[in-house]
C-alpha cells in the first residue's frame, strides 16, 4: 500500500516509516518539524537507501494538506501527527485541542474529500486515566485525567462516528503505552526538546552525563519496589504493530488496539535494566509521586495478538540496549 505518515519524521513515525518499506509498503512523510528534526529525514534515506518523499506542511493548513494529498494520493494514512506531552497539556490545553482534534478533524475532511478512507490513529493509554482494573483491556471505561489523554479520545470518537455514518471508510486506532527505545542502528531514536518528561530518556541522559541524578517519583506505590510499574514497549515493536494495523484495516470498522507488552516494569527495574545496557551506575533519589501519576499501569494485549497477529518480541534489556546505544552515538540526539 502507499502510506502517508503525518509526523513521520517523529520518534514513532521515523520507526514506522522503515517498517512499512521493510514490509514492502511504500511510505511518504508529511511534517511541519515542530517536534521533529529535518536530520531524520537524511538519517532515514541512509537506512532506507533510497530518497524520501516529503511533504513539509501543517495539517491544519488544509491547502498544504489537500496538496500532499493529492501529489501523493495514498491509499492511506497513518495519523501520528499532534503534541503529547501530558504535563504540557494541562498547562496549554487550547493547544493540545488545536493540534490534536482541530487538526484531525480537518484530515478527515481533506481525505474524505478525495475519497481516501483509510485511516490508521496514533492513540493512547491515557484514554483510560485511573486504572479500575488490570490489566487494561479495551473495553476498560476511558476517563482521561488530562487534556491529552481527553483529545485523543475525541479523535478516536470522531473517526468511530465517521465510520458508521460512511461505511466506506475504515479504521484502526492504536492505543500505545510507554514507547521506548530506537532502531538498532542507533541511527534514529528519541530526542526530546530540553529536559525530558518521559522516564527512559531522562535515564538515558543520566546515563550519557547530561543529567546527574534520576528523579524517582515515589516508593510508596502498591507494587513490589514501592516504584511505579509501566508497560514499556519497544519502538520498533510499536512500528511493527502499525504494519499489522494497515494490513487488518476493514471497511465498516474502526477497530481499537492496545499495543503493550502485557508486562509491568517498575522505575528501579528500568534503572536496573539500564545499568546493565551501559554498564555503569545511574544515580537517582526519591522524589515526592508526581501530581497525577497512577501506581500501575499495564496492557492486555489479547486482542492485537487475536486479531492482529502481533506482540511484542523485545523485552525490557533490549529496550535499554537499544536505548543506550542510541544515546551513546548522539548524546545530543538530532541537536
Ligand atoms: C513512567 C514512570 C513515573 C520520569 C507518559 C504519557 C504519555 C504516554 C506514555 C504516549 C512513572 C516515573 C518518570 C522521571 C520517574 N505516551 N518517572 N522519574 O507518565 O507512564 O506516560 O508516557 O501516549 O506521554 O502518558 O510515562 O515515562 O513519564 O513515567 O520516576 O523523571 O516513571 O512516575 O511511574 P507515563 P513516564
Redesign the pocket.
Known sequence: MKVLLTGGAGYIGSHTFLSLLDSGHQAAILDNFSNGSRVVIDRLAELSGSPVRLYETDIRDAEGLGAALDDYAPDCVIHLAGL???SESVSYPLAYYDNNVVAAHTLLQEMSRRNIKKIVF?????VYGAPQALPLSTNHPTNPV?P??AS?LMVERMIQDLVVADPDWSAVLL??????GAHSSGRIGESPNGI????????AMVAVGALKQ?????ND?ETPDG????D?IHVSDLARGHVAALEALSAGRAEIFNLGTGKGR??LD?IQAYEKACNRKIPYEI?D??PG???V?YADVSKAAEVLKWKALHDIEDMCRDSWNWQRLNPRGYQ
Request: aromatic share 14%.
Open positions: 503529547k506531552a501530558v496514533s492513540s493512547t493509554a491515557a488530562n491529552y489523554g485523543k492505543r500505545y503505552f510507554n514507547p521506548v525530558p518528561n518521559n522516564l527512559v530518556p531522562y535515564v534520576v528523579h524517582v517519583f515515589g506505590f516504584t511505579g510499574l509501566r514499556y517498575s522505575v528500568v522524589k509521586r508526581r501519576d497512577v501506581g499501569v
